[in-house]
T-cell receptor
Framework: DTGVSQDPRHKITKRGQNVTFRCDPI?????LYWYRQTLGQGPEFLTY????????KSRLLSDRFSAERPKGSFSTLEIQRTEQGDSAMYLC????????????FGPGTRLLVL | AQSVTQPDIHITVSEGASLELRCNYS??????LFWYVQSPGQGLQLLLK??????LVQGIKGFEAEFKRSQSSFNLRKPSVHWSDAAEYFC???????????FGRGTSLIVHP
């Protein structure tokens, strides 16, 4: 069990560019969550998957954001036409089975939009 | 919708002193309550959780928390703080079904030697 991993750890991009982040959950965890955390705030829920199905999306997830989990394993979060307000830490978490409430978080991807 | 208030943005304690971090929640039914810790450059780590039963919950690293329904609180305590406890602490409340937690804004713990 190597924990939840995220790639890249840091990303600097220019406004208007597209970025994609990857999350690898703990193996056999069927739920995967994405959160956004801005400076001085707690994480805010964006979306989650149960296996490959995207079950819930926050209103924070504008149409420039899209997430996928095509085979029920890793997930990607894409932001199109990035804006400076997208600068944040993007966190991924996973959970499993009867302990769905216990989420294991990855180290996050810090995005800076110039 | 549920919400969480952590009234203290920063808390400073001396190493070896006791600690209490405050958390108040708002939720119509019996909540699921969590405390997480986040160290610089690290992901969030679950310290403890409350779902039902005994209102005093023991967690990792010597932390405990007490659920008080009458006060809508879930304060985190530790009898003796270590320098390695310096970090950001987040209280969260979750609802049944999806278990998606709503986080507070966090309390930054500073430990003086």
């Amino acid at each position: 069990d190597t924990g939840v991993s995220q790639d890249p750890r840091h990303k600097i991009t220019k406004r208007g560019q597209n970025v994609t982040f990857r999350c690898d959950p703990i193996s056999e965890h069927n739920r995967l969550y994405w959160y956004r955390q801005t400076l001085g705030q707690g994480p805010e829920f964006l979306t989650y998957f149960q296996n490959e199905a995207q079950l819930e999306k926050s209103r924070l997830l504008s149409d420039r954001f899209s997430a996928e989990r095509p085979k029920g394993s890793f997930s990607t979060l894409e932001i199109q036409r990035t804006e400076q307000g997208d600068s944040a830490m993007y966190l991924c978490a996973s959970s499993q089975g009867l302990s769905q409430e216990t989420q294991y978080f990855g180290p996050g991807t810090r995005l800076l939009v110039l | 919708a549920q919400s969480v208030t952590q009234p203290d943005i920063h808390i400073t304690v001396s190493e070896g002193a006791s600690l209490e971090l405050r958390c108040n929640y708002s939720y119509g039914a019996t909540p699921y309550l969590f405390w997480y810790v986040q160290s610089p450059g690290q992901g969030l780590q679950l310290l403890l959780k409350y779902f039902s039963g005994d209102t005093l919950v023991q967690g990792i690293k010597g932390f405990e928390a007490e659920f008080k329904r009458s006060q809508s609180s879930f304060n985190l305590r530790k009898p003796s703080v270590h320098w390695s406890d310096a970090a950001e602490y987040f209280c969260a409340v979750g609802a049944g079904g999806s278990y998606i937690p709503t986080f507070g804004r966090g309390t930054s713990l500073i430990v003086h030697p």
